[in-house]
């Protein structure tokens, strides 16, 4: 039988309520107007199990920053503008669920895993909106490696739903 004791999860973006249009249709309060996609608060998210010991305090979350302080961000924009429109877009967080490195005790040291789950790169329009998030919520784990946001260091596994298009992904 499966046994994992140790298990950990934050709150994830999903369903996270912005008061804003974020998806540019007129309307306030629907699953397209959360941080991340969800109709309630922690629709759609994740969760951590794991057979060994979880370091809950040197977790590090990714999760609240912002799209437009992502480095080299893919921010989308219609005729020149922000879409869909400047503040929501100054509010959008970047991940759509989370982002999280979680160290786990192992007898044979620490093993951190990288974990995310994006947005799918479809349902939206010519601003190709989730499509850009997409990458740059995958893009993040690079930024990540080279030392520009947070540290990843020894041994790690990056494990999460990429939601790539096997086309344009």
């Avoid at 040291?109 to 997409?134: C, M, Y």
Wanted: aromatic share 8%; no cysteine.
């Amino acid at each position: 039988s499966l046994n994992y004791p140790h298990h950990f999860a934050l709150r994830p973006n999903t369903g996270l309520p912005t008061g804003l249009d974020m998806d540019g249709n007129g309307r306030l309060g629907e699953a397209r107007d959360a941080q991340g996609y969800g109709t309630f608060s922690g629709q759609g998210g994740m969760a951590v199990l794991s057979r060994y010991p979880i370091t809950t305090d040197a977790v590090q979350d990714f999760s609240s920053l912002l799209w437009t302080d992502a480095p080299d961000a893919l921010l989308p924009t219609v005729d020149g503008k922000p879409f869909p429109n400047a503040t929501a877009q100054a509010a959008q967080r970047l991940s759509t669920t989370g982002h999280w490195i979680v160290p786990i005790a192992t007898p044979k040291g620490t093993l951190s895993i990288a974990t995310f789950h994006a947005t799918p790169p479809v349902f939206d329009g010519p601003e190709d909106r989730n499509g850009k998030r997409n990458h740059d919520e995958i893009i993040l784990w690079t930024h990540i490696l080279d030392g520009t946001l947070g540290t990843l260091t020894g041994d790690f596994v990056i494990a999460g739903d990429a939601n790539l298009d096997p086309i344009d992904g």
